[in-house]
């Protein structure tokens, strides 16, 4: 059934190495199934895989990217403004995305467009510029080597003379192929998980800079502007949404000190002296100088921040929010918000994901500490916690893959290769490095991490909060339904291009995105049902990681998390108890409907 709104039904798919961009008609069958954002970038990653015989480097010209907005980004809607990046993941060697907010994707979809796909690679470094419904151009532009993302976008802006356009840019770490480098669009949202940018730095693809001015396609706008006048009512009223809007992300930094869940020195403990230094009170007093915000967002989570004093006097940031304050703060032992926010600023400007940068570097120190690197691994240099002096070196090493910051730029896979010791210290899944809530305090957030098709990674499934809440006597049927239901909803919100912010912290009712997709697209359709499509996509990113390698074993836990029990805090003593997580995942599989080693049936494949 065609649909009448929603959609423009058309692609545009560019090969980097024929030099070509062609316009591709989207098929019904195709929205009808995938819905948008990581349902397109799935089904299509999927048929390039079938294609490639399951072949594929991630850094390899074969590798497909795809970057899709949704049905409803860029709609009169809450928080609209999300765009999925999917590939295979150079970090995993398996299924990759990640998505990014701010007004890109928005762009992209006012330019006509469904979602872009890029192959190939270029033979200089070069931009893609799609410039409404005009033939799309690849650009030469060998003078943005070593570029930031910011300078990056100023001098594209400059060489197309146009501000009117949005960028979605590389640093030098996509460059050089850091396997976590990430994708910066409008100066500070980022895809900053799974190694994206190295998949664009290795099709020579420095940025993508799109320019629309097509209307949405939208069947019942009345219908959408009351449902929104709704939420928004909803959302501004809740006791939460001025703290949200003051201190964004970064309130979650005394919650997770306080409920002992806060990575502190590597995850070594889970509660951090310094935590006031370095928390939201701190940002607003003394550093906080403005708000930002993605497309169509009341809650503006964005906090922009300066140093007014001190060796890092002038660093201005967009953020931190909570990961990157936890990542690179208390998991470093930083307790100097000045230096937490130029930790932040080096990895945006070089374009490298903080998550990984904090707890690789984490990682690092404490193998230095117990002898696991030594000094001479560290071209000299010693490192230790709260070395803020040397962080930073590290930082830049990584991104210009200097030194030891080669290795580390392999990510967790090649750090434990070079150091096999480094498996006890570095907390990771899949090869990617673990998101900042400690799960030794809550078993399904150990089952989320696990199963998380992209690695350890919060977004699949944070569950930590109402374990610790509501958690006490659930059964383990409890935490595996709840795993599978943030598994299948939170997904929903990339597929439809949404954030899903507003419903998990201010508790912005999930029915209302049954009634956008039904007035957008004139289609009456029930949560249900998309909750039913997007774990079908569960199941197809799961089939992609079987067929590249992964199995039941790959569905684990680090061995911290496993072995080493939180050192201090209210949660000391804790760690994983491993029958039950064993019991956990076999129950997990089986209610997915996948076999004991967790391969969803072959027949599925029908389906995709
Ligand atoms: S809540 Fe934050 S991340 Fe989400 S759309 Fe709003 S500003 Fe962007």
Redesign the pocket.
Known sequence: MTLKGGYFRKYLHCDLSAGTCERLPLSDEIIAKYIGGRGFGAKMVWDNLKAHDFKIDPLGPENLLVIAPGPLTGVYLP?S??TSFVSISPATGLYGDSSM??SFGVELRQAGLDFLSVTGAAPELSILFIDDDEEAKIIPMPQLKGKSCLETEGIIKKHLGSNDVHVAAIGVAGENLVRFACVNGDWS?NAGRTGIGAVMGSKNLKAIVVRGEADLPVVDLDAVIQETEKAMRYMREHKFFHV?QQQ??MSVIEYANTQGILPTCNFKATVFQGHDKINGETMLDRYKIGD????M??????NICLVKNGKYTGTVTEGPEYESCAMLGSNLGVDKFDAVLEANRLCDEYGIDTISTGGIIGAIIEGYESGVVSLEDLDGSEISWNDDGAIMELIRKIAQREGIGDTLANGAKAIIERWPEMDKLLLQVKGLEQSAYDSRVGASMGLAYATSDIGAHHTRAWTIAKEIEEGANWTPRQKVDLVIYHQTLRPLFDMLG?????WI?LGLNERHYEKFYSYVTGKETTLEDLLALSNVIYSLTRRINVHMGATRKDDTLPYKVREAPILTGPNAGKKLDAQEFDKMLSLYYEVRGWDENGVPPAEMEALF
Do not use: D, H, I
């Open positions: 928080a403004g999300k907010g701010g949202r949200w964004g992300l930002s915000a993605c497309f967002c009341p809650m503006s989570c964005g949404v954030c899903r912010l507003p912290e």
